[in-house]
């Protein structure tokens, strides 16, 4: 069975700190890892990882993936309050029937002014 | 502008009715899916389907059943089997090939259904 472990499961900090969110698992045939945002509503994508070491960067978000350890970082630097939200990791594993993810519980962040 | 979009935003059913949430894309995307949400958690997997006229369990399929007849919908039934059925559901497309790792799976904004 695939697992998806987030944590810290929430975090509050003050705008301008930089918040580390982790994400490990355990999966069979592993295709991708992706991170989202969600806010109420429908989860916004933020990165899709597919190989070890090469970090992803957009913004003040950046993330990275550690194949061997089976980990996954995403960082925020210099937070504000509107990167309060709920922070999806998933992971991509393949089946004869298809790829499909599974998610963990998710990081709450709080980011207070 | 290419998307997903879900409806009803709100649903309300009385216990023992079957409904029935509505999920369409035009992103020309093969796959789809349906997730659902409690308060406080992540997304579970309900069914998906890769392709038209078939589709797969998920995690918590009982008491759920889909269609796919054409690829651009995926409807979801909640039948009165499903004994706790409120929750927040969302639908989800993606493409194996192309700008993938640039968009994921793309979700629509959901429906939150409550039994009443």
């Known amino acids: 069975e695939d697992k998806v472990v987030q944590s810290p499961l929430s975090l509050v900090v003050h705008e301008g700190d930089t918040v580390t969110l982790n994400c490990s698992y355990e999966?069979?045939?592993?295709?991708?890892l992706l991170w989202y945002k969600q806010e109420k509503k429908a989860p916004t994508f933020l990165f899709m990882l597919?190989?070890?070491?090469i970090e992803k960067k957009s913004g003040r978000l950046s993330s990275i993936l550690d194949k061997k350890e089976l980990f996954s970082i995403l960082n925020i630097t210099a937070t504000q309050t509107g990167d309060s939200a709920v922070y999806l990791c998933?992971?991509?594993?393949?089946?004869?029937?298809?790829?499909?993810?599974?998610f963990g519980e998710g990081t709450q962040l709080t980011v207070n002014p | 502008d290419g998307g997903i979009t879900q409806s009803p935003k709100y649903l309300f059913r009385k216990e023992g009715q079957n409904v029935t949430l509505s999920c369409e894309q035009n992103?020309?995307?093969?796959?789809m899916y349906w997730y659902r949400q409690d308060p406080g958690q992540g997304l579970r997997l309900i069914y998906y389907?890769?392709?038209?006229?078939?589709?797969q369990k998920g995690d918590i399929a009982e008491g759920y059943s889909v269609s796919r007849e054409k690829k651009e919908s995926f409807p979801l039934t909640v039948t009165s089997a499903q004994k706790n059925p409120t929750a927040f559901y969302l639908c989800?497309?993606?493409?194996?090939?192309?700008?993938?790792?640039?968009?994921?799976?793309?979700f629509g904004s959901g429906t939150r259904l409550t039994v009443v």
């Open positions: 989800a497309s993606s493409i194996d090939r192309g700008d993938r790792l640039r968009y994921g799976y793309t």
């Open positions: 999966v069979t045939n592993f295709r991708s």
């Open positions: 597919t190989s070890s070491g």
């Open positions: 998933a992971v991509e594993r393949v089946k004869t029937s298809g790829s499909r993810l599974t």
């Open positions: 992103l020309n995307h093969d796959a």
């Open positions: 389907s890769q392709i038209v006229n078939d589709f």
